[in-house]
């Protein structure tokens, strides 16, 4: 890795100009403007590349091996490499478990598992959602047993994306049957290379596996593989889906759409519609107050600050304005909107493509309705 400048000290304007040369110069030879997320082994080379020059974890302070960036200078990379349509890494590690270790993990535990993130050599699946424990999260029931200096797993996770490509995974386990429900749960650190771990892939509705169930019989890990202490999972656990609501709400979806959307309209001859530039204009102005709202919570992150319910306007309000932009795209489109294929082979010009990318956006990370009633009960208290 070579040494970093202190980026915080630049202008944006000479940070935007080097995160643009960066990009452009070290971008790999694999595909840019995916829709879709690309597997480990197509965008391992951009990860690496993001590795080897010290970028894969912009976030993270730089005594453990981030970039340390504020959350301005963070949202310039952000637009920088959705402009030249960089794929998205997996970005599990670096977006969720790493700020969940360097806040609960013990030295002992950041010292073996940074540093792995860091390098690509871990890449790491959430194991959260189980069939019958979504929404209602607390509801886990795959459980692990202390035997002999060991967790012993049973049960099942599911949705876990991009998780065929993984060899670690963080589980959310019950190892207590008998207190509270959130009082007994714990998160653990697990191999997908442990014996008794079995994955079964799942398409997405572009017929892509994008997702798998994961399986564990009798999977044995050490005990120190536990985070934040034993039935202290729950707190970690909402801690990371702070995290992980403020990184879905990033404007970086809806403002490449955009983009496309300008393309389509091109192409359809409406783009000096009048009618059409009105609400064209209107999506770009909620796209920049989208990114005002992101930029206040990634500073509150970056000031240490505990993320609150109130996150859950962030999460509603980019899933719905990414799901806004889709669908003027598939008016826009016409008849090219049923196309099951691009458009001239240009996946840009797809409008379906972007449209079926969009509809998952209201249910992970917490459903629409399940943010709306946070938002009801924690913030308007309004009665449950
Ligand atoms: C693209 C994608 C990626 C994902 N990746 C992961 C991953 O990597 N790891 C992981 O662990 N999980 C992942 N998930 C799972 C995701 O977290 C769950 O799908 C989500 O929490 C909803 O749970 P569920 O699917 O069981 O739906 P359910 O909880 O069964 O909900 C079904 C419907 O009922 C509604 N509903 C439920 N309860 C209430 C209520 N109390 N009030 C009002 N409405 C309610 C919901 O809003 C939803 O519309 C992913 C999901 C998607 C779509």
């Not at 630049?10 to 403007?33: G, H, K, S, W």
């Not at 702070?242 to 490449?256: K, M, Q």
């Amino acid at each position: 890795m070579t040494d970093l400048p202190d980026f915080n000290a630049m202008t944006d304007a000479d940070f935007r100009a080097l995160a643009r040369d960066f990009v452009e110069t070290n971008y790999p030879d694999i595909p840019r403007y995916t829709l879709g997320r690309l597997h480990w082994d197509e965008v391992k080379p951009w990860y690496l590349v993001l590795s080897e020059h010290g970028w894969i974890c912009p976030t993270w302070p730089r005594e453990h091996g981030g970039m340390g960036l504020t959350a301005g200078k963070h949202l310039i990379l952000i637009e920088e490499f959705e402009r030249y349509g960089a794929a998205r890494v997996n970005d599990i590690g670096p977006v969720m478990l790493g700020p969940l270790l360097l806040k609960y993990g013990t030295e002992a535990q950041k010292a073996e598992f940074l540093p792995k993130i860091l390098s690509g050599e871990h890449v790491w699946a959430q194991g959260y959602s189980e069939p019958g424990a979504g929404s209602d999260l607390a509801a886990v029931r795959c459980e692990a047993v202390l035997e002999g200096g060991d967790w012993v797993i049973n049960g099942q996770k599911t949705w876990c994306t991009l998780g065929m490509d993984a060899n670690w995974i963080f589980i959310l386990a019950r190892t207590d049957k008998t207190v509270k429900k959130q009082a007994g749960i714990s998160f653990l650190l697990v191999p997908m290379d442990a014996p008794g771990v079995t994955t079964r892939n799942i398409e997405n509705l572009e017929r892509e596996a994008e997702f798998c169930e994961v399986f564990f019989d009798d999977v044995r890990v050490p005990a120190d593989h536990i985070v934040g202490g034993v039935n202290e999972g729950w707190t970690a656990a909402k801690a990371l889906l702070g995290h992980e609501r403020v990184f879905i709400g990033a404007p970086r979806l809806s403002a490449a759409a955009m983009t496309r959307l300008k393309r389509i309209a091109l192409r359809a001859g409406v783009w000096h519609d009048p009618v059409f530039r009105d609400r064209y204009v209107a999506l770009q102005c909620d796209v920049a107050d989208l990114g005002d709202l992101f930029e206040t919570y990634v500073d509150k992150l970056r000031g240490g600050q505990t993320i609150g319910a109130d996150v859950a306007m962030l999460k509603i309000f980019q899933s719905e304005l990414y799901q806004r932009i889709s669908e003027l795209m598939m008016e826009v489109a016409g008849e090219e909107a049923g196309l099951a294929q691009a458009p001239e082979g240009d996946r840009q010009l797809h409008a379906a493509a972007t449209w079926l990318s969009a509809r998952p956006t209201t249910i992970f990370g917490g459903s629409t309705e399940i943010m709306r009633n946070m938002l009801a009960k924690a913030i308007l208290e309004l009665p449950s």
